[in-house]
């Protein structure tokens, strides 16, 4: 487990929260993290894509450049943030990449599909503890063309696969308002490469479970109706989701990794700054936004709980 330290903290000085992009420069240009949690999540991301491919992974056949884009990105970042790690060597034409971590080698011609098993987005993915989804940009607009989600928080990557931009993010509180949307719609088409750039969302979940697709509802959603005042600091896990965006420069597309962070609220709360700030942040937030959050039918437990927290200060 990640120490509350080590934590992507979300939030600003602000003791009120509403949604915005939010998205800072990314000065350390790596689009991948390892954790102390890097062979479990591995594990997990293989399991759910070997049981359930038709919600993990997708592609349209035109992304095939974009996703050769995205694994020389990667690789490159890992071998050169990680060297101790990671590994590559190029030979007569062959990538030879290995994960020292898993003990795997992989060696593959370089833009020859036929040379991988599987598609090149699904063979990296599965390599990185993020998420990895590419929007291609064409007419105007982004839309998701591919993509490896295991571990999404309440949506569902099947069914936003070839959505534009404006749909998928229609539910979200303040997105019908076509300001805002058009704002950070057009700062992402903006995005150059060479400039990535780095932003944080957070959930709260009844539970510690990293796959909340849609697809899976039934296996998670029930725990919400059993946080009381009492297990809300066991049961109840602050969530962050580090999102970073990276412009393809010959594709044109737009990647981004989504690497999501768990922790439970009895841990967050052990840096008091953070008990402090989250508990404001959560009783002033509105009403639309912890609705679309899912925090509804537990958000007065946990603050009662992080009221008596407080006491103890």
Known sequence: MISHFSLPYPFSDSNVYKYSNNAALLHTKNAIELTDRYLDEISLKRELLTKHPERCYHSSPHTMAAQWEIVDLIINNLVTYYPDKFELEKKDGQWIFSNLLTKETASFKFGD?????????????????????????????????????????????????????????????????????????????????????????????????????????????????????????????????????????????????????????????????????????????????YDYKGISLYREQVLDYLEAELKKR
């Open 113 to 289: 599909r036929t040379t991988l098993e599987i598609e090149p987005l699904d063979f990296i993915g599965r390599h990185v503890q993020e998420d990895l989804i590419l929007m291609m940009q064409r007419d105007g607009d982004l839309i998701l063309d591919a993509g490896q989600l295991c571990f999404p928080a309440n949506w569902s990557l099947y069914f936003n696969s070839e959505m534009n931009f404006k749909e998928i993010h229609s539910p979200i509180p303040g997105f019908q308002s076509d300001f805002l949307v058009d704002r950070i719609l057009q700062f992402l088409m903006r995005i150059e490469a060479g400039t990535p750039w780095e932003r944080k969302n957070w959930s709260l979940m009844a539970g510690s479970r990293l796959d909340s697709s849609l697809e899976t509802f039934s296996e998670w959603g029930q725990a919400r109706k059993r946080v009381t005042k009492e297990n809300a600091g066991e049961l109840v896990h602050f969530r962050v989701e580090v999102q970073k965006l990276f412009r393809l420069p010959k594709s044109n597309g737009i990647l981004f990794t989504i690497h999501s962070h768990m922790l439970s609220l009895e841990k967050f709360i052990q840096h008091t700054p953070w008990l402090e700030q989250f508990y404001a942040i959560l009783r002033e937030l509105p009403k639309a936004i």
